[in-house]
């Protein structure tokens, strides 16, 4: 993956590229800038509300923060959002999730 460095050059060339915000989000997610990664999952769903993924690591960084109600909720519109894009691995992915948040 690149760096955050090298994902904000390509950022710049296109703000509303969802691959582009969904590496930024996991590569502050795995610098444990929680915050942060919540944001870029945010831009990134806004992009493209149908990257279902985006919603699985939002809540897995969710979690990281102690914020579990927000955790469910996002799990419940990846849900939603994996359904209608008539993704059953998302799905599954997500609702077991969402089981052992829950």
């Known amino acids: 993956m690149p760096s955050i460095a090298q994902l904000e050059k390509l950022l710049a060339a296109d703000p509303k590229d969802p691959f582009v915000l969904y590496g930024l ?6 610098a444990k800038a929680f915050a942060r990664a919540i ?3 945010d831009l990134c769903l ?4 149908a990257y279902c993924y985006a919603y699985f690591h ?6 990281a923060a102690g ?3 927000g955790a469910a909720a996002t799990l419940r519109a990846g849900l939603i959002a994996a359904k209608q894009a008539g993704d059953g691995k998302a799905m599954g992915e997500i609702g077991g999730y969402l089981d052992e948040l829950t």
């Open 25 to 30: 989000a996991q590569e502050h997610a795995k």
């Open 39 to 41: 944001e870029y999952y």
């Open 46 to 49: 806004a992009a493209d509300p």
């Open 58 to 63: 939002k809540a897995k960084a969710q979690q």
């Open 67 to 69: 914020d579990d109600a």
